[in-house]
C-alpha cells in the first residue's frame, strides 16, 4: 500500500523537466556513480499569514516536540499524541497533478513526514484513475493534522511525467492547513506505518519510493535547492527526484551516514557538533535535517550559551532572540561540524530577512535570529533541528539508497539578502 501527508502553502510557475543531468560525487564513503535526474520541481516558499501575523517558534517547537515524540512504533505513533495544533508558519510548496485529467494540488514538501495527501483547501477530484481502497488514514503532525481514505491514484511531477497507483490520503477533515491543498512527504519509509488505521503495522511506499519501483529514477535520491529570498511568496527553490541538479550549488557535495541514534534515526538524521566562533556550543550529537521546520533548533543548553554568546534579548512579541546593530557587526560564524566538513552560517545567514520582520509581528527596524530553543535539553536523541533557514544556504541531498544525507555549498551561502 501506499500514502501521503502533511503542510503549508505557496503558489508559484508550473513545473518543468530536467531531462538530461550527468554529474560526480564526492562522498564520505565510496566513489557512486550519479545518474541522470529526470524529475525536477521548482518548489516555492510563501509565508501563511492567513490568520494574522505567524508565530515562528511556537509552530516549530510544536512540530518539534512531535517528532520527537515518535517511536517507530506503531502503537506509540505521532497520531496518538496530544501536541497544540498550530497553522504552518512557512512552507515551501511544489505543484503536483493527481488524476486524469489531473486536478493540481499545492503540497507542502515535507522531509519530516513521509505520506502524501490532498484536499485541505482544493477537494479531491476523482477520475478514472481514482481508485478507493477503503481503508481509512490519519496523521497528527505537531502542524496539524487530517484524517480521511486512502486511494491510489495517478501522480504527475513535472512535464507530464506519471507515477501509476500512488497511494493518496484523500481528507475528510484538516486542521492547521489553511490555503494550502497538503502534503507531499518525502521522509523515510519508517514514518508511514501506523498510518493506515486498519494495518497499524503497515507500511506505504513514498512518492520517491515508487519512481524508482515503477523505474523512473534509477536511485531513490531526492536533491533539494532552496535560496534565500525576502519577499512573502516566492519560487526559490527546486525538487529533484533521482539525482542532483548542479548547477545549484558550488563545489563539491560531501555526504554523512544517517545517525544511528533514535528518535532522529527516524527521519533524515545526521550527527553534527556546533561551534559559536571557536567555541563549541553542542557537543557531536544527534537530530535532524528538516525542510518542514523554519528555524534553527538547538538542545535548550545550546541555545542558552549562544543567547550569552550573542549578547542577545529574548524579544517577547515575536519569541525570537533579537540584536543590536552594533552585536550583528559583532556577529562570529555559526559553524555546524559534520564528519570532516564544517557548514559555515554567516552573520547575515542567522538572522531572519529584516524586509519580512512585519509578517512575524516584529518592528522594521529590529534584527531577529533565526536561532532558538528545542525546547528539551541535549541528550535525548534528537537534539538539533536544521530547518530551511539552514537549507537556504546549502545544497541537501537526501539519499535512502546509500543511507546519507549530502551537503553543498552555493551561490547564496554567503549571500547578503537578509
Do not use: C
Not at 502534503?183 to 498510518?195: A, D, F, Q, R
Not at 506505504?204 to 524508482?212: A, G, K, Q, S
Amino acid at each position: 500500500m501506499i500514502l501521503t501527508s502533511q503542510y503549508s502553502l505557496i503558489m508559484f510557475p508550473a513545473a518543468s523537466l530536467l531531462t538530461t543531468l550527468l554529474l560526480a560525487l564526492s562522498i564520505a564513503a565510496s566513489p557512486v556513480e550519479v545518474r541522470n535526474s529526470p524529475v525536477t520541481l521548482p518548489i516555492a516558499r510563501r509565508l501563511n499569514t492567513s490568520g494574522g501575523t505567524i508565530n515562528l517558534l511556537q509552530h516549530d517547537q510544536s512540530r518539534a516536540a512531535a517528532l520527537k515524540s515518535f517511536k517507530g512504533d506503531s502503537t506509540l505513533s505521532r497520531r496518538t499524541g496530544s501536541i497544540t495544533v498550530t497553522n504552518d508558519a512557512v512552507g515551501y510548496i511544489a505543484e503536483v497533478g493527481v488524476g486524469s485529467p489531473a486536478t493540481n494540488y499545492y503540497l507542502i514538501v515535507d522531509t519530516g513526514s513521509s505520506n502524501t495527501w490532498v484536499g485541505a483547501d482544493t477537494k479531491y477530484v476523482k477520475t478514472s484513475t481514482s481508485v478507493d481502497t477503503g481503508d481509512a488514514v490519519e496523521v497528527t503532525y505537531g502542524s496539524g493534522s487530517f484524517s480521511g481514505t486512502e486511494y491510489t491514484d495517478t501522480v504527475t511531477l513535472g512535464s507530464g511525467l506519471t507515477i501509476t497507483a500512488q497511494s493518496i490520503g484523500v481528507a475528510a477533515t484538516s486542521t492547521g492547513f489553511t490555503g494550502v491543498d497538503g502534503i507531499i512527504g518525502i521522509g523515510p519509509l519508517i514514518l508511514t506505518e501506523g498510518t493506515l488505521t486498519n494495518y497499524p503495522d503497515t507500511t506505504i511506499p513514498t512518492v520517491t519510493d515508487n519512481l524508482y519501483s515503477q523505474g523512473i529514477i534509477s536511485e531513490i535520491v531526492v536533491g533539494i535547492s532552496f535560496e534565500p529570498t525576502t519577499t512573502e511568496s516566492d519560487a526559490n527553490g527546486e525538487l529533484t527526484f533521482g539525482g542532483v541538479d548542479a548547477t545549484k550549488y558550488t563545489g563539491t557535495l560531501a555526504y554523512t551516514p544517517l545517525t544511528t541514534t533514535a528518535p532522529a534515526s527516524y527521519y533524515w538524521g545526521i550527527n553534527e557538533s556546533i561551534t559559536y566562533g571557536t567555541t563549541t556550543i553542542l557537543a557531536e550529537t544527534a537530530g535532524i535535517v528538516d525542510t518542514g521546520t523554519t528555524l534553527i533548533l538547538l538542545a535548550s543548553n545550546a541555545y542558552a550559551e549562544y543567547k550569552s554568546a550573542t549578547g542577545a534579548t529574548l524579544d517577547a512579541t515575536t519569541g525570537l532572540l533579537r540584536i543590536t546593530t552594533t552585536q550583528y557587526s559583532a556577529l562570529k560564524a555559526l559553524n555546524f561540524v559534520v564528519g570532516s566538513n564544517t557548514y559555515t552560517l554567516t552573520a547575515n545567514a542567522q538572522i531572519w530577512p529584516r524586509s519580512l520582520n512585519a509578517y512575524i509581528g516584529g518592528t522594521t527596524s529590529y534584527i531577529y535570529l533565526v536561532v532558538n530553543d528545542l525546547g528539551t535539553p541535549s541528550g535525548e536523541g534528537l537534539d538539533f533541528i536544521n530547518g530551511y533557514t539552514f537549507l537556504e544556504r546549502f545544497y541537501s541531498v537526501f539519499d535512502t539508497t546509500h543511507s546519507q544525507v549530502g551537503f553543498a555549498t552555493t551561490a547564496y551561502t554567503d549571500a547578503t539578502t537578509n
